[in-house]
């Protein structure tokens, strides 16, 4: 059974540094065929995309978001970490990591996020 | 950056009716790079389509996607009681994905 699950602080003080911890199980983090995103959503809004990480450690991060991501792995712990930087009240929300796949079928090539956290939700206040 | 626009924002129906939800892009999107999600309150999104037009797995029949280019819909052929929440199309392009911003499926 494929599962992720996302940990880290409840609250962080503007300005300060949030890192968030997806650990995943049931599948493999150099598995080529598969990746992690994280995506964000606050309260009563939109979900948004952040970063992902793929099997290679290529990265790719959000345009408005990039100077303040950083997205990495450890495949023995099964873990993938997000670090923002620079903390600002309207960055609260539920953050979410969820398994990126890569299904190549008939000639195409097929990306989706088929299984998701349940979500931490991050509160930014003094 | 492709943007996505879902139309419309909230839809008011009752069980049983047919509705078709749909995502406009910006620029022409592959269709293998388009999907559906399913949200409902206090819960994770869930995949529902991928490829613009196939289900995932556990997923009903009476959901089904269809499109290419710049337009895409999102057809439940009659809604269950289980089928109100929100409805997100989402791509994958460069440098990553986008969401649309959600249609609100609300029981009448």
């Known amino acids: 059974q494929v599962t992720l699950k996302e940990s880290g602080p409840v609250l962080v003080k503007p300005t300060e540094t949030l890192t968030l911890t997806c650990t995943v199980s049931g599948f493999s983090l150099s598995n080529d065929r598969m990746g992690v995103s994280w995506i964000r959503q606050p309260p009563g809004k939109a979900l948004e995309w952040l970063a992902h990480?793929?099997?290679?450690?290529?990265?790719s991060y959000s345009t408005s978001l990039k100077s303040r991501l950083t997205i990495s792995k450890d495949t023995s712990k099964s873990q993938v970490v997000l670090i923002m930087t620079n903390m600002d009240p309207a960055d609260t929300a539920t953050y979410y990591c969820a398994r990126r796949v890569l299904e190549l079928r008939g000639g195409y090539d097929y990306y989706y996020m088929d299984v998701w956290g349940k979500g931490t939700t991050v509160t930014v206040s003094s | 950056e492709i943007v996505l626009t879902q139309s419309p924002g909230t839809l008011s129906l009752s069980p049983g009716e047919r509705v078709t939800l749909s995502c406009r892009a910006s620029?022409?999107?592959?269709?293998?790079?388009l999907a559906w999600y399913q949200q409902k309150p206090g819960q994770a999104p869930r995949l529902l389509i991928y490829?613009?037009?196939n289900r995932a797995t556990g997923i009903p029949d009476r959901f089904s996607g269809s499109g290419s280019g710049t337009d895409f819909t999102l057809t439940i052929s009659r809604l269950e009681p289980e089928d109100f929440a929100v409805y997100y199309c989402?791509?994958?392009?460069?440098?990553?994905?986008?969401f649309g911003q959600g249609t609100k499926l609300e029981i009448k």
């Open positions: 490829g613009a037009s």
């Open positions: 620029q022409t999107v592959s269709s293998s790079y």
């Open positions: 989402q791509q994958y392009g460069s440098p990553g994905y986008t």
């Open positions: 990480i793929f099997s290679n450690d290529e990265k």
